[in-house]
C-alpha cells in the first residue's frame, strides 16, 4: 500500500476526492490536507486521512512528512495557493512525484511533476464530440495522440480489405471492435464497413492514417496529392506524342478531382507548338517552361518538391526511359501514361490478374479513379487452374458491390498480353513494382505479365505505387 499526499481546495478537488472514495479506496492510504469542509466527501473510509489547516503553511505540512510518501497530488483552485504548495513540496522533498491541477498554464520547469493542463484537457474532449474527428487516448500510454480509435465509414478505401495488404509502417492496427467484440488482428482478418479500430504509432503517423481510413472513394488524386503534373521534353518528343499528351492531360484535369493541372516543358524546340501549350494557361492550369538545358530527372525531382503531385502524366515512351522510370517508382506517386489511342473513348479499367497481394492494396486507387472516369472493371484472369486468385478476385466484388461498379471476369489460358491485346478502349492499371525497374533485355525474356507491361503500350496505362 502506498501513501499518496493530497492539498486539495476548490470545486475540482472535492469531485476528485469523491471519485477517488468511490473508485480506489482499496489500494492506497490517503492524507487530505484542506481548509475548507465543504469539499470532504459524503462517505469516508478508513485508509482516508484527514488535515484541516492551509496547505501552504510550510510548517504544519513538514509535520505530514514524517510519513514516507510516493506522490503528492495539488488540487488547488487558486494559483497562488498553487505555486506555495509546490514550493513547500520541493523544500521538503526534492524528487517526490508531483501531480499538479493547472487551469493557469503554470510555467514549472520539473522533471518530477506533471502539469494537468485543465484547458487543454476539457478542449480535447469537447473535441471528441465532434464528427470526423479522432478519439485520442488521454490517459493512456503518453496521452500525446499516439494511441487513437477510427470508425471506419461505409465508403472508405480501406473497407474489405485484409489487413495483411495494409502497409503498416510506423503504425499498427492494435485491436478491431465488430458488433461489441473485440478482434485481435490477422492478416487474413477483412475490414468491415462501421469497425472500430484501435491503431497506435507515431501521433503525426496517425493522423495522416485517420484521413485515409475517413477518405471515401472519389477523392482522387488525394491522398497522394491535389494537383496533376504533365511533363514534356520538347527535344526527345515527338510534336505528335506532345499535342497528344497536352489533349489527355487536360481532359484528365476537367474530369479528375484535383486543384490543378501542372504542365512542364523543358528544352523548348517549336515556338508554334509552345504557343498552343501556352494558350491552355488559365486560373487551374499553370504552364512552367524551363528555357535552359535540362535532364528530365532533376527537373522532375525538383518539381515534385514544390508541388503538392498527387498524379504524375507523360507520354508512354517517356516512361520508357529507365532512368525516369526508376525516378517515378521512387517518387510513389501514381504515373499515368498516353498512348496513342483516344482517351475520350475509354469505356473499362482492365486489371491482370496475379497472385501479387499488391493488387489488393491498390484496390482503393483503382475504384476511385474508375469511378470518376465512369470506368466498368474487368479482371483477366490468365491461367486460372494454375494459382488461385479467389480472395482477390473476392476482394474487388466486394468493392465492386459497394460503390455499384460493373465487373467482369474474363478466364482464359492463353497468353494473358495476347488475350489483352485483342480488347480495344481499355485503361490497364498495374502495380509499380521493381520488376518494372529491369533493363530491356530482362525485361523481354520475362514471363511475368506485369514486367511485360511495356509490350500493352496500345492502351492507356496507370501505374499505382505499393508500400
Given at each position: 500500500m502506498?501513501?499518496?499526499l493530497i492539498l486539495a481546495d476548490g470545486i475540482v478537488a472535492k469531485h476528485f476526492l469523491e471519485r477517488v472514495v468511490q473508485n480506489y479506496v482499496t489500494d492506497n492510504e490517503y492524507f487530505v490536507v484542506y481548509y475548507d469542509e465543504k469539499i470532504l466527501p459524503e462517505i469516508k473510509t478508513e485508509n482516508f486521512r484527514f488535515f484541516k489547516f492551509d496547505p501552504t503553511?510550510?510548517?504544519k505540512l513538514s509535520l505530514l512528512f514524517d510519513e514516507k510518501f510516493s506522490q503528492v497530488m495539488i488540487v488547488m483552485g487558486n494559483k497562488i495557493d498553487t505555486i506555495a504548495s509546490y514550493e513547500n513540496i520541493r523544500r521538503l522533498d526534492?524528487?517526490?512525484s508531483i501531480v499538479i491541477y493547472d487551469k493557469w498554464d503554470l510555467d514549472i520547469n520539473d522533471q518530477n511533476v506533471i502539469l494537468l493542463n485543465a484547458n487543454e484537457i476539457l478542449s480535447n474532449r469537447l473535441m471528441d464530440y465532434l464528427p470526423n474527428v479522432p478519439i485520442i487516448a488521454q490517459n493512456?500510454?503518453?496521452?500525446?495522440?499516439?494511441?487513437m480509435e477510427v470508425l471506419v465509414p461505409f465508403g472508405s478505401t480501406y473497407v474489405y480489405r485484409h489487413i495483411g495488404s495494409i502497409e503498416q509502417k510506423n503504425w499498427k492496427i492494435a485491436?478491431?471492435?465488430r458488433n461489441n467484440r473485440l478482434i485481435l488482428p490477422d492478416p487474413k482478418i477483412m475490414i468491415w464497413p462501421n469497425d472500430l479500430l484501435l491503431i497506435i504509432g507515431e501521433p503525426k503517423v496517425l493522423k495522416n492514417i485517420y484521413k485515409s481510413i475517413k477518405r471515401e472513394i472519389g477523392q482522387f488524386p488525394i491522398p497522394y496529392g491535389t494537383n496533376i503534373y504533365l511533363f514534356i521534353n520538347m527535344e526527345t518528343q515527338k510534336n505528335s506524342e506532345i499535342e497528344k499528351s497536352l489533349h489527355d492531360a487536360l481532359w484528365l484535369?476537367?474530369?479528375l478531382k484535383d486543384k490543378k493541372l501542372i504542365i512542364r516543358v523543358i528544352n523548348p524546340t517549336s515556338v508554334k507548338l509552345l504557343d498552343k501549350i501556352k494558350s491552355k494557361e488559365s486560373k487551374s492550369v499553370e504552364i512552367r517552361i524551363d528555357y535552359t538545358l535540362n535532364n528530365d530527372e532533376n527537373v522532375i525531382q525538383r518539381d515534385i518538391n514544390n508541388y503538392k503531385i498527387g498524379l504524375i502524366t507523360l507520354y508512354n515512351t517517356l516512361f520508357e526511359n529507365r532512368k525516369i522510370r526508376k525516378l517515378l517508382y521512387n517518387l510513389k506517386i501514381p504515373v499515368f501514361t498516353f498512348s496513342s489511342s483516344s482517351i475520350e473513348n475509354l469505356k473499362e479499367s482492365a486489371i491482370l490478374l496475379t497472385k501479387n497481394k499488391d493488387l489488393e492494396q491498390i484496390s482503393s486507387t483503382i475504384f476511385d479513379i474508375s469511378v470518376q472516369l465512369q470506368l466498368d472493371l474487368v479482371?483477366?484472369?490468365v491461367d486460372p487452374e494454375s494459382e488461385d486468385k479467389s480472395d482477390i478476385i473476392e476482394h474487388y466484388e466486394n468493392l465492386a458491390s459497394i460503390f455499384s461498379k460493373k465487373i467482369k471476369i474474363v478466364k482464359s489460358k492463353n497468353n494473358p498480353i495476347r488475350e489483352l491485346l485483342k480488347e480495344e478502349n481499355l485503361l490497364e492499371f498495374l502495380p509499380f513494382n521493381k520488376k518494372m525497374l529491369k533493363s530491356n533485355l530482362l525485361r523481354i525474356f520475362s514471363t511475368d505479365p506485369e514486367a511485360l507491361y511495356f509490350k500493352l503500350k496500345k492502351f492507356h496505362q496507370i501505374f499505382i505505387p505499393i508500400g
Open positions: 502506498k501513501n499518496i503553511s510550510f510548517v526534492l524528487n517526490i493512456v500510454g503518453l496521452g500525446l495522440g499516439e494511441i485491436a478491431i471492435y484535369h476537367k474530369i479482371l483477366y484472369d
